[in-house]
């Protein structure tokens, strides 16, 4: 029996136990993590000094810890000498971390993206085309989000004839009009808000801030504006004809087009299909790229009441007292970061058992406690039962491990995840394939079913995001064209951009102890960076994955202000199949947050010199 207790770790005593990863029965191997401290300024985890069958744990969340506590005993099979030193701390820190458990079959490429449905539909031969071969558009784009006017642009530069049709007024589909674009323009008033909050304890003090809603609205809209009419520029600039209405296919070559008043903002909670207007014409067409995007998922049975609202109803920012959101992925708390900024009490209910499903705890961890000590009530492994409309207020019940009492919220906001709108566009007329949940199959030319007919965004799969939307609109046009193209992105990023932002990508932490995909991690943690400590911020952390064999990156993670930029560099260094040397080595400019990337790196290559790091024995 070996025992396992708490290495040096630095100048702390009393730390808390966070978490227990481990339990009585477990085997763990050398390095497996066994429970996460947290300091006041970080968290850290312990790695095992000995493989085995665990036999006994001897800590529980909430203990208190200092060097050579005992953690737990291991009916060892081939133990370590000594501890190992924790994972990071403040003052002291060993971020190179070591080898995943058992790592089975090698993975050599860092392939996460590739999680959408393709499903690689059969071809089809293109259908009898009753058009006589001349069409009206070489090429017809239906949805103007980030992925179908890419495709449009592209294939008119290209040198095809396009069209492009949309139901809404504007260009630029979910993410400019009711998505990515004014959701990031309230989080920055959220931002400003809290900085100029922080700063207090720097003496210098700007009193509580006052929210006129109706100009922080109208801000919001300019922002949007200013870049949907842009886009409505682009596309004259390149000949692109905007045609405005609701469009369906009739046939493998043709498509139907209906008039509409539809406005992104009608179609919230909308409950049937699109109802096709007056006076539809219709068009025909050489080449079709399907990018009609997704809505917000409804939850059934939920009574019709302008208190409960959607992502989109949220984004009109009309402040109540009391909110409920219901969903803890990132849409839902981008939401609840700006509406506690702005004043609402906050709470959040999530099913599964921790916030940001996907993403590894310890980039979540850093959020989690932010947002605890400033949320009413955060609920995980917790289901919402039940919503109904009284005239105080939305009442809510609750099942689950953390449920309440039921509560009276002014508001609930259901963000519960999105649904592809691949079942209302008259697929089968064109012949067209779509599964039971709305996605459309593609290949990896971006081609359904139908081989003159692509499909991209939101409507072929996860990740729905806007970047991954806009990647195949490209790809699928220049497919379509001729060229030699298919989708061989290696990764694409997931950003949370919350206080503080999230993001990842490639393979995660999580899913590489899951499929046994060997792995060494170098992390820093932000409060031993100095652009960090000037921001005011210390909860921070970055972490690279590598290959324990090349040395390869394989993914990464960072969680702090301006996540979401920084996480690039180790998306390029993936895609370029660069080693820790290679980010180790380029000179990053000081003081910056990138300088954590390179730290990670040296951090894993043992060449680390911003922290002290024991040697192991
Ligand atoms: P969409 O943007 O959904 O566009 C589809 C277009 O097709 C729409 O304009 C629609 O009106 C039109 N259309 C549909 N059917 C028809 C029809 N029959 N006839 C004519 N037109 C039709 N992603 C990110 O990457 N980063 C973020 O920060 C981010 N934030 C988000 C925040 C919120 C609140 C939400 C809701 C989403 C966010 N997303 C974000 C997701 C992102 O908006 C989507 O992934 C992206 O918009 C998908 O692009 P798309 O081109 O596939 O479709």
Redesign the pocket.
């Known amino acids: 029996m070996t025992q396992v207790n708490v290495p040096d770790i630095g100048d702390f005593k009393d730390v808390e136990v966070i978490d227990v990863l481990v339990k009585p029965g477990d085997s763990v191997e050398l390095e497996t993590p066994l429970v996460t401290l947290e300091t006041e300024k970080a968290t850290m985890d312990v790695p095992s000094s000995a493989a085995g069958v665990v036999k006994s744990v001897a800590l529980k969340k909430g203990d208190r810890v200092s060097k050579g506590s005992l953690i737990l005993e291991v009916e060892a099979a081939g133990a370590g000498a000594s501890s190992s030193a924790p994972a990071a701390s403040k003052e002291t820190a060993a971020p190179k971390e070591a080898k995943a458990p058992a790592a089975a079959a090698a993975k050599d490429d860092a392939s996460s993206a590739d999680t959408m449905v393709r499903e690689k539909p059969a071809i089809q031969a293109p259908a009898e085309d009753t058009s006589g071969g001349s069409y009206d558009y070489d090429m017809v784009v239906?949805?103007?989000?980030?992925?179908?006017?890419?495709a449009a642009f592209r294939a008119a530069d290209l040198g095809m004839k396009v069209a492009l049709?949309?139901?809404?007024p504007q260009?630029?589909?979910?993410?400019?009009?009711?998505?990515?674009?004014?959701?990031?323009a309230l989080l920055h008033a959220a931002k400003v808000i809290e900085e100029a909050h922080e700063m207090e304890v720097a003496g210098v003090t700007f009193g509580k801030p006052k929210i006129d809603t109706e100009k922080l609205r109208g801000w919001k809209e300019k922002v949007v504006s200013k870049l949907t009419g842009g886009l409505g520029i682009l596309a004259k600039q390149r000949k692109v004809e905007v045609i405005r209405?609701?469009?369906?296919f009739v046939s493998p070559h043709e498509m139907s087009?209906a008039n509409?008043d539809?406005t992104?903002q009608s179609?919230v909670l909308s409950k049937g299909e699109?109802a096709p207007g007056e006076g539809a014409r219709k068009i025909s067409f050489k080449h079709c790229i399907i990018?009609?995007?997704?809505?917000?998922v409804r939850l059934p049975g939920l009574p019709d009441d302008p208190r409960i609202i959607?992502?989109?109803g949220?984004?009109e920012i009309d402040l109540p007292k009391r909110m409920l959101v219901i969903g803890g992925g990132?849409?839902g708390l981008?939401?609840a970061c700006v509406y506690d900024a702005l004043g609402t009490k906050v709470s959040v209910v999530e099913l599964t058992d921790g916030l940001i499903p996907g993403c590894d705890r310890d980039l979540v961890r850093p959020l989690e406690k932010r947002i605890a000590k400033r949320y009413e009530k955060i609920m995980v492994k917790t289901k919402v039962t039940k919503l109904e409309a009284l005239k105080q207020g939305i009442r809510v019940t609750f099942e689950g491990e953390q449920a309440p009492e039921p509560q009276i919220y002014d508001k609930v906001l259901v963000?519960v995840g999105?649904s592809p709108?691949g079942k209302?566009?008259?697929a089968e007329a064109a012949g067209v394939v779509v599964n039971e949940r709305g996605f459309i199959p593609v290949d990896k030319q971006m081609r359904t079913n139908v081989s003159h007919i692509f499909a991209?965004?939101?409507?072929?799969g996860q990740?729905?995001?806007?970047?991954?939307?806009?990647h195949?609109?490209k790809l699928a046009a220049e497919v379509a064209q001729g060229e030699k193209r298919y989708f061989d992105a290696r990764v694409i990023p997931s950003?949370a951009?919350t206080d503080p932002e999230i993001a990842w990508v490639g393979v995660t932490e999580t899913e590489a102890k899951a499929k046994g995909i060997p792995f060494e991690k170098g992390s820093f943690p932000w409060s031993a960076n100095a652009r960090s400590l000037t921001l005011g911020r210390d909860d921070g952390m970055t972490k690279v994955l590598f290959d324990p064999e090349t040395h390869r990156v394989i993914g990464g993670g960072i969680v702090g202000p301006n996540a979401?930029d920084l996480i690039s560099e180790i998306a390029l260094a993936i895609e370029m199949n660069s080693d820790a040397g290679d980010l180790g080595m380029t000179i990053h400019p000081h003081p910056t947050l990138s300088e954590t990337v390179m730290f990670s790196a040296e951090a894993f290559e043992g060449t680390l010199t911003d922290l002290y790091v024991p040697k192991k024995t």
């Open positions: 239906l949805g103007a989000g980030p992925g179908g006017y890419t049709v949309e139901r809404w260009l630029g589909g979910v993410c400019l009009n009711v998505g990515c674009i004014p959701s990031k209405g609701i469009g369906k087009i509409t539809m992104p179609t699109n990018a009609a995007g997704s809505e917000s959607d992502s989109t949220a984004l990132i849409i981008e939401m963000a999105r709108n209302k566009i008259g991209i965004g939101d409507i072929v990740p729905m995001l806007a970047h991954k939307a806009s195949e609109g950003v951009y979401g």
